[in-house]
């Protein structure tokens, strides 16, 4: 009795090392790879005409791997499996591929694609570079709040500079901070800028502070913060390859000098003789 009740434990453990251990990741990339190129097929007609049967086949495999993977967790994990955010995370993307998409529910279709995203927390690269982004989120806020206080501030102003100069653009509020988003990406703006110009020539002074400020100072607020963010991540990456660095130097120190201290035994032991 006692034996049998022990038996979970170590059966637990190795349900949980075989799940964690690189070929079972390696196998789940492979299949959330194949699903989401299945899913993409999906989307072609004709590909859908003659392939579908194949592709809702592969598709449905696919998710009972994932619900086989997911089940193998939590028994191996138990509980403590959603003290991580990854597992959460794959629980989640896992549990809406299992909702019906029938009836009203039927626009949960298009978030099948979702499991794709459950290869960031199957590559740790991809998972080191989304966990610093995470930490970079209060920075990011902050610059957002700046760049829409800069556009409320801008479309206000240039709608009462242009509001009868240029309707279709500067007409309300609204067009205004569509316009001025626009702007901001780029697109277009020197054609709405000379469509003002002829009526308004300093104008472009205008379009030239906002875009200075709001292009070339705010947007590029954001890479640096994400550049900030990752710094952490990748020192930790040169300190972990370091580490392993030194361990293999120490552990090749440590053959020589066994093979040394064995080279000297047998000369000592040919001198006897």
């Given at each position: 009795m006692i034996g049998a009740a022990a038996s979970p434990a170590p059966l637990r453990a190795r349900v949980g090392a075989a799940v964690d251990s690189r070929a079972a990741q390696r196998?789940?990339?492979?299949?959330?790879?194949?699903?989401a190129a299945t899913l993409g097929c999906?989307?072609?007609?004709?590909?859908?005409?003659?392939?579908?049967?194949?592709?809702?086949?592969?598709?449905?495999?696919?998710?009972?791997?994932?619900?086989?993977e997911l089940a193998l967790r939590l028994y191996a994990h138990r509980l403590a499996l959603f003290k991580d955010p990854w597992s959460c995370f794959d629980a989640l993307i896992v549990g809406i591929a299992v909702?019906?998409?029938s009836g009203g529910l039927s626009v949960l279709r298009a978030l099948r694609i979702l499991r794709a995203l459950r290869l960031i927390s199957?590559?740790?690269s991809m998972?080191?570079?989304?966990?610093?982004?995470?930490?970079?989120i209060p920075g990011i806020v902050s610059i957002t709040g700046l760049l829409s206080l800069i556009l409320y501030v801008s479309a206000v102003m240039a709608t009462k500079l242009f509001a009868r100069i240029d309707p279709e653009h500067f007409g309300t509020l609204s067009k205004s901070a569509f316009t001025l988003l626009q702007i901001m990406t780029?697109?277009?703006?020197?054609?709405?800028?000379?469509?003002?110009?002829?009526?308004?020539?300093?104008?472009?002074i205008f379009f030239f502070i906002y875009i200075l400020i709001s292009t070339f100072v705010v947007?590029?607020?954001?890479?640096?913060?994400?550049?900030?963010?990752?710094e952490p991540e990748v020192l930790g990456d040169l300190q972990d390859e370091l580490e392993q660095l030194e361990q293999r130097e120490q552990a090749s120190d440590t053959l020589i000098l066994e093979e040394?201290?064995?080279?000297?035994?047998?000369v000592a032991a040919l001198r006897e003789r």
């Amino acid at each position: 009795m006692i034996g049998a009740a022990a038996s979970p434990a170590p059966l637990r453990a190795r349900v949980g090392a075989a799940v964690d251990s690189r070929a079972a990741q390696r196998f789940i990339t492979f299949v959330i790879l194949v699903n989401a190129a299945t899913l993409g097929c999906e989307t072609s007609p004709y590909l859908l005409d003659r392939y579908g049967t194949v592709l809702h086949l592969l598709d449905h495999v696919a998710l009972g791997v994932f619900c086989v993977e997911l089940a193998l967790r939590l028994y191996a994990h138990r509980l403590a499996l959603f003290k991580d955010p990854w597992s959460c995370f794959d629980a989640l993307i896992v549990g809406i591929a299992v909702l019906p998409t029938s009836g009203g529910l039927s626009v949960l279709r298009a978030l099948r694609i979702l499991r794709a995203l459950r290869l960031i927390s199957v590559v740790p690269s991809m998972r080191r570079v989304v966990s610093a982004l995470l930490t970079a989120i209060p920075g990011i806020v902050s610059i957002t709040g700046l760049l829409s206080l800069i556009l409320y501030v801008s479309a206000v102003m240039a709608t009462k500079l242009f509001a009868r100069i240029d309707p279709e653009h500067f007409g309300t509020l609204s067009k205004s901070a569509f316009t001025l988003l626009q702007i901001m990406t780029g697109e277009g703006w020197s054609d709405i800028a000379r469509a003002i110009m002829p009526i308004q020539p300093y104008a472009w002074i205008f379009f030239f502070i906002y875009i200075l400020i709001s292009t070339f100072v705010v947007l590029n607020l954001f890479i640096a913060i994400t550049v900030s963010a990752m710094e952490p991540e990748v020192l930790g990456d040169l300190q972990d390859e370091l580490e392993q660095l030194e361990q293999r130097e120490q552990a090749s120190d440590t053959l020589i000098l066994e093979e040394l201290r064995a080279l000297r035994a047998e000369v000592a032991a040919l001198r006897e003789r």
